[in-house]
């Protein structure tokens, strides 16, 4: 066996990179990386990286060899979950690694189900943002603004929470995926912001959603976000915001009393539960969120999905790093019946 990782040899440049196999132990399964999931969080450190660095947090695969005092699992089980890091930069674009069955998440994938669709690390983080929505009553009206891949999941869990969902996007494009995931009004920033916080032709600062759930990543989301939530609202973040500082109108936070909360899992019962509860719903299909848009990057091909991450809108909405097909070309992944 010969392991690969996608490895930096600078700011937005990578190469495949033979590295030593990880060591087993009686109490781990050796997995083989089928796929890693491109997630925007790593975007800046991409194009600001330096020699060394590596990416990859949500990795799904095949189980290759058994502890013997591992339960549970078989050589050649399909597997998905949470092991090693889940922050960004964590390096689970590799084509080995090892899992401790006791200390990591690890769940066998439904034959029903798309590999694809499995890449649990970033479900479970729609779940978990939308679990922390609370003491609102269903039939209210809440905003998403960012209506990408985890916007839409996001939507379509709230949605399921029997929430009256309005959609928040600068594209077009995204605004019509909302509505296909359940939203059931679409705007721009400029429209919402209008329709939502003016009275009589005049802006009323106080006024706009009980809850806004912001998921678009940038400075100028965070601001419609904010400018978007009422007086004493809920701002739920569930972007992770990663590299450069953001600058937000602390004015309106303040004047507003406005409760922001980072929606995103650090509490690992509660990311556990979601990668359960995850294969779960989707599998019974009580949540439905398969077949989702995905185009399929070969391994040395890191860098081109980074930089299709800003084009791929009306195209595709996941990337998955194919870490067994070291060259080729990108694909659509197909749709699973």
Known sequence: MVNKAVVAIGP???VLKEIPMPVMDDDSVLIRIKYCGVCHSEHYDWAHAK???TFGHEPMGIIEQVGK????FAVGDHVSGLWGSTLPGAGAMQKYMVANVEKSKIVKIPEN???EDMVLEPLSCMLSACSKVKDTMPGTKVCVVGCGYMGCGAISLLT?????VVAVDIRETSR???LKYGAKEVYTPEEAIRKFTYENGERDIMKGFKVVCEWGESNESLDTAINLTGCCGLLCVGAYHTGEKRLVDMQQLGVKAIVMHNTHPREYWLSTEGVD???RMIADGEWDFKNIPTM??????FDRAQEEMETKYGKFMKSLIDMEMEDGEPFMAPVKE
């Open 160 to 164: 399921l929470r029997g929430f009256y």
């Open 12 to 14: 937005k440049k990578n």
């Open 69 to 72: 005092n591992v339960k549970g």
């Open 277 to 279: 509860n995850a294969v």
């Open 176 to 178: 019509q995926d909302a």
């Open 296 to 301: 399929v990057y070969p391994a040395n091909q």
């Open 51 to 53: 020699e060394g660095d």
């Open 113 to 115: 189900l798309r590999d």
